[in-house]
């Protein structure tokens, strides 16, 4: 009897737990949030510390290591400050993160390095119906300020419903 009930149990309870793994390994339609300090001190002071899942590690060795690759102009940092802030954005960025997002992000560059999010292809096509004029909007200003328009960036949430009327 005992192992007639373990069989049973078997059969029904490991499906289950298949399926519970499957979810897992999907990710989070959120992205992280920004942990290090040193990098949200440093670059989050002259514009939003984007999270690293945002783009492909070679985008991030770009922008910190090409003179002029970084679209703001000059970073202005320390070697050490600058090795970890790289070490972070590498570790973290869209090919290691549970999001969907970044999956998503890294299935459409190919063999591109994007230097800005906005031209990612997918992000890009998030927003192909958005007119430009409301990007160039006093209270947006460009397409690089996400926190204008999404609301939870912060929290790593870039959903449409985030997104307030009007925007």
């Known amino acids: 009897m005992k192992s007639t009930l373990f069989f049973l149990a078997t059969i029904l309870f490991f ?6 793994d499957d979810d897992h390994h999907e990710g989070s339609k ?6 290090n ?9 002259c514009h939003f510390a984007y999270q690293p ?3 492909p590690s070679k985008s991030w060795v770009k922008i910190l290591d090409e003179p002029n690759a970084h679209p703001g102009g ?3 940092l320390d070697e050490k400050t600058k090795a970890e802030i790289k070490n972070y954005l590498t570790q973290n960025s869209a090919e290691y993160s549970p999001s969907k997002k970044s999956k998503k992000i890294m299935g459409s560059i190919g063999s591109e390095t994007p230097v800005r999010i906005s031209e990612i292809p997918y992000i890009k096509h998030k927003h192909h119906e958005i007119n430009q004029e409301v990007f160039t909007r006093k ?3 460009s397409r690089a300020n ?7 960036a912060e929290s790593g949430i870039y959903d449409n419903d985030d997104i307030p009327h009007g925007s």
Do not use: Q, R, W
């Not at 499906?15 to 519970?20: C, E, Q, S």
């Not at 996400?146 to 939870?152: M, Y």
């Open 74 to 76: 000059d970073l202005s």
């Open 139 to 141: 209270a947006i200003g």
């Open 37 to 45: 300090e040193t990098y949200k001190n440093s670059c989050g002071s």
């Open 15 to 20: 499906p289950l737990l298949a399926f519970a």
């Open 53 to 55: 899942g945002l783009m």
């Open 146 to 152: 996400c926190i204008a328009c999404h609301k939870g």
């Open 30 to 35: 959120h992205l992280p949030v920004v942990t």
